[in-house]
Structures are given as structure tokens and as C-alpha cells.
């Protein structure tokens, strides 16, 4: 599986439950996050994809600390499965 099929699997579920998933690109800025996703009732995530095989760069790294420090939502999803429970318990 290509990470492309899961982030096409994760767009398609959090438009289902009414969300949106933006394709985030920050020109000049390596390693940030693949999907910025706003949820109903304000909740908004970076989403990061890969395979079960993929790995985070040392930029991503980095981006996942930031966001960490800075208290905003973060996550990476590795799998089809993954992106399926994010939306269930997110947009649940």
C-alpha cells in the first residue's frame, strides 16, 4: 500500500463525517505536517501519513515536537485501519 492510498482513504473519511481535510504544504518549511484537518465543533489536527514501513525525517521530527510544545493537535497515521479510527474517535 502507497501512503498516497491512505491519505486518499483518511480524505474521504473525514469528509464523510463532515469535516475537511486540507493538503498542507508551507513553502520554505521542510518537514511539516501532510494534512491540516478541521473537524466539526472547531477541533483541528496535522496529520501526518505514511506506511507501516514509512519513517518521520529528522524535519518531521522536529515539526511533531513544535507542535507538541506549542499544545496543538498532532498525529501520524500509519494505515488505512489507522485514518478509520481517527475519524471514529474524532468525529464520533
Same mark, same amino acid.
Given at each position: 500500500m502507497k501512503e498516497a492510498d491512505v491519505e486518499r482513504h483518511l480524505v474521504r473519511l473525514v469528509e464523510k463525517a463532515g469535516g475537511k481535510a486540507y493538503k498542507f504544504v508551507s513553502p520554505g518549511r521542510?518537514? @511539516?505536517a501532510d494534512r491540516l484537518v478541521v *473537524?466539526?465543533?472547531g477541533r483541528v489536527w =496535522?496529520? #501526518?501519513l505514511k506506511t507501516s514501513t514509512g519513517r518521520l525525517s529528522a524535519l518531521q521530527q522536529v515539526f511533531a515536537a513544535d507542535m507538541a510544545? *506549542?499544545?496543538q493537535n498532532?498525529? @501520524?497515521l500509519w494505515?488505512? #485501519?489507522?485514518?478509520?479510527? =481517527? @475519524?471514529?474517535v474524532h468525529c464520533g
Open positions: 521542510a518537514g @511539516v *473537524l466539526p465543533g =496535522f496529520v #501526518e510544545a *506549542l499544545g498532532y498525529t @501520524v494505515s488505512k #485501519e489507522d485514518a478509520a479510527t =481517527f @475519524v471514529s
